[in-house]
């Protein structure tokens, strides 16, 4: 008989899984299963759509995220309908809407369609829908606002001034870039008495606990502008954010540490990033974005290279080239140094998109596989390769006794061969002989047959 705390542990089990059962079912509750009339119905309403495909990994590991946005969703009201689509079964409702990969999160406003581009955690697919689903661009009517907006954001982008061709600008870049960041309007009276405008209108970014006057002709095109500064100057760095970094063109200095290393060397190293981030940004803001990384796994991967722990390594993420550090850096002005020496090319890059590169990083990216594979699962990987490799092995062999077969035919046909023509010699020296031969044998048959004539007679 089990014991009393035996069954206690076993109803505790019973319970914690009913919870959570019944946790998923509700939060399932909260987000529509997309059919065909999908098409016809949703233009009336907000939607925030993931389309996935039942076998994807990815798909299912986003499915509990995406119950939880739904049930956030409903909970505080938003007027953001969340559903999902099979998008298989129906594939041609995801190509009209430009799913050309699983998952796919698109936010569908009227005719408008934005895709969602960012981590995939419940906060930021909300922020994300909250951002997109409201006003393109939205009003600070008292200074109380803009404060509220300050502290809620990092970066934010503010036109101030009445109608104008800037605005203009501002108002089509903001359509194609509301999908990162935010963007405000207001007026002079509102904007915080530190802020010096030389001109109005203007375009300001707010951000670093500062703010910069974007300038049409140090800056150039406004769009370009926005998306090189909707980033902090010194971020945390990972894989999706470099990413990201590629459209800015701008070169990213990070420095590759252990966070969980405390020593003197890690810590220098960030800390003169981090300085030479903030007190040189008018030197380097247009070329250069700053941060650190923690650990060299994914810069290792991205590099094809072994780096040590600490280091600074620059990348240039539009063409793939990178710059190492030709001598230790000692401080921020030594940082200064060699980010200069890279800007007049005497630094030399390395890396690069060239065939030969590219050639690399198949073979790189192949053996990654492999290794990894049979780091995680040795049997997998030795019916995976076994198994092709056994099937070749058996194919190459049977071709090469084939061919020793044939050969030992062909060498038996020629001795053969050699001996009809031997045989046919010694015949025809025979038929040679055959007339004398005659001659002695048909008297020595014929006297027979003359004495049993005579016997006859």
Known sequence: MASAPGRRSRAG??????VILFNVAFCKGFVEDLDESFKENRKDDIWLVDFYAPWCGHCKKLEPIWNEVGLEMKSIGSPVKVGKMDATSYSSIASEFGVRGYPTIKLLKGDLAYNYRGPRTKDDIIEFAHRVSGALIR??????MFEHVQKRHPVFFVYVGGESPLKEKYI???SELIVYTYFFSASEEVVPEYVTLKEMPAVLVFKDKTYFVYDEYEDGDLSSWISRERFQNYLTMDGFLLYELGDTGKLVVIAVIDEKNTSLEHTRLKSIIQEVARDYRDHFHRDFQFGHMDGNDYINTLLMDELTVPTVVVLNTSNQQYFLLDRQIKDAEDMVQFITNILDGTVEA????????RVKRI???AKSTIVSIFRSSPLMGCFLFGLPLGVISIMCYGIYTADTDGGYIEERYEVSKSEMESQAQIEESKEQQEPSGRESLVPAMQEPKDVLEKKKD
């Open 13 to 18: 089990l019973r319970l914690c899984a009913t």
């Open 139 to 144: 009003p600070l009517p008292s200074q109380q």
């Open 172 to 174: 089509d870049a903001a």
């Open 350 to 357: 390395q890396g690069g998109d060239s065939i030969f590169q």
């Open 363 to 365: 073979i790189f990216d």
